[in-house]
């Protein structure tokens, strides 16, 4: 099946600063890749996703780039604010069973700090 | 709409102890799945349905039944409760089955098993 790494753990920045979080998937297959924001004590929640047909995809201070030939695909954050302290997951699509079926990394913990 | 709603939010059972986690969507969603999250383990997929009357097992199945009588509906069964499923449970849906998109995901049900 699917494997999803994510790195890195941890990480903190300075308000204003950039972050990136990056991860890699195993199967060549997958097509669907998310990333999904989750505060604390609440039920994560979709920030961006692209698909395997595009390079790269931004909204506003967020953009995520996929390389599919390394099979890794990374987030961007620009001008980080307090409000982007939360836990950030990448997924990666499992067919088969559709692209709904996800397989997750294990999340990175994003501190801004002021 | 409400959205993916379960109940209950928080739930103790002692070893051995049998229970169903609720989960139901208003969004008229074909696909609807189960995960469990634990510190440093990210999301794993437990089971998942592509449709009414269909159920498959994700990555970690062990211990806990499903079924999926209506679009709408989509219960987890513990059938004996065990300290290794203490975690927080999450229910999640998303439109269409074999197309990528978007995983909406319930408020979660925290679980502790003594």
């Known amino acids: 099946g699917e494997n999803v790494e994510q790195h890195p753990s941890t990480l903190s920045v300075q308000e204003g600063d950039s972050a990136v979080i990056k991860c890699t998937y195993s199967?060549?297959?997958?097509?669907?890749f998310p990333w999904y924001k989750q505060e604390l004590g609440k039920r994560p929640q979709l920030i961006i996703d692209?698909?395997?047909?595009?390079g790269e995809k931004k909204d506003q201070r967020i953009a995520v780039t996929l390389n599919k030939t390394a099979k890794h695909f990374s987030l961007h954050i620009t001008e980080t604010q307090p409000e982007d302290s939360a836990v950030y997951f990448c997924?990666?699509?499992?067919?088969?069973?559709?692209?709904?079926?996800?397989?997750f990394g294990t999340g990175t913990q994003l501190k801004v700090e002021l | 709409n409400a959205g993916v709603t379960q109940t209950p939010k928080f739930q103790v059972l002692k070893t051995g102890q049998s229970m169903t986690l609720q989960c139901a969507q208003d969004?008229?969603?074909?696909?609807m799945s189960w995960y469990r999250q634990d510190p440093g383990m990210g999301l794993r997929l437990i089971h998942y349905?592509?449709?009414?009357?269909?159920?498959d097992q994700g990555e970690v199945p062990n211990g806990y039944n499903v079924s999926r009588s209506t679009t709408e509906d989509f219960p987890l069964r513990l059938l004996s409760a065990a300290p290794s499923q203490t975690s927080v449970y999450f229910c999640?849906?998303?439109?269409?089955?074999?197309?990528?998109?978007?995983?909406?995901f319930g408020n979660g049900t925290r679980l502790t098993v003594t």
């Open positions: 999640a849906s998303s439109y269409g089955r074999g197309a990528s998109s978007p995983l909406h």
């Open positions: 199967d060549s297959a997958s097509n669907y």
């Open positions: 692209i698909r395997s047909n595009v």
């Open positions: 997924a990666a699509s499992s067919p088969p069973g559709g692209g709904n079926k996800l397989t």
């Open positions: 969004m008229n969603h074909e696909y």
């Open positions: 349905s592509v449709g009414a009357g269909i159920t």
